[in-house]
């Protein structure tokens, strides 16, 4: 039940992009800026990290549409599902573990983002521009994730409808909204 009056049966940010229009562009824009602007990593690593930060902060409607997105946009579709198995964040790779450690330091806080972990990522490859790419993603999720849930947005069970959300995000992106 949302903590305000929202539109029956439309989810998450969308129901509070249909209600508040006026936010609605500039969410959306930064959304297609960070996600899927120029960026040494890929739409679909992007998409990842935004699912895996959603999941810490246990935000149940952005972390599903993240995971479909991310199953869309990437070349192996299981990676996403892979990374709660037993491997871990080490089912994605040295580089992008390390990200994905960078990023869950994010949702704790900025402080949290030690030299320790930066340089691990560095050794793993990431440059200046994949270190920012990783932060910035990670705190609008943060951002985002505290937006929807903070309202009580309404997240649907069926993941057939997750499955549409990241066909349509991974096709067109955000700026259509």
């Known amino acids: 039940m949302s903590h305000i009056s929202l539109p029956e049966q439309v989810p998450g940010l ?18 297609e800026a960070v996600l899927r602007g120029p960026s040494p990593l890929s739409a679909g690593e992007r998409e990842l990290i935004a699912a895996y930060v959603s999941e810490r902060n246990q935000s149940v409607f952005c972390r ?11 070349p192996d579709p299981g990676l996403i ?12 790779g040295e580089k992008l573990a390390a990200l994905l450690a960078i990023a869950e330091a994010v949702t704790q806080g900025g402080s949290h983002v030690t030299p320790a ?33 903070g309202l009580g947005a309404w997240a649907p069970e069926d993941p057939d409808h997750y499955t549409a959300i990241g066909e349509s995000l991974g096709s067109v992106g955000y700026a259509s909204r």
């Open 14 to 31: 969308i129901a509070l992009a249909t209600q508040y229009p006026e936010t609605a562009g500039p969410l959306f824009a930064l959304a």
């Open 64 to 74: 599903e549409s993240h995971r479909a997105t991310a199953r869309f946009l990437l």
């Open 81 to 92: 599902d892979r990374l709660g198995g037993p491997e871990g964040t080490q089912a994605a």
């Open 117 to 149: 972990l930066i340089e691990r990522a560095r050794q793993a490859g990431a440059d200046e521009r994949t270190l920012h790419d990783t932060v910035l993603t990670a705190a609008i999720m943060c951002m985002y994730n505290r937006y929807v849930d």
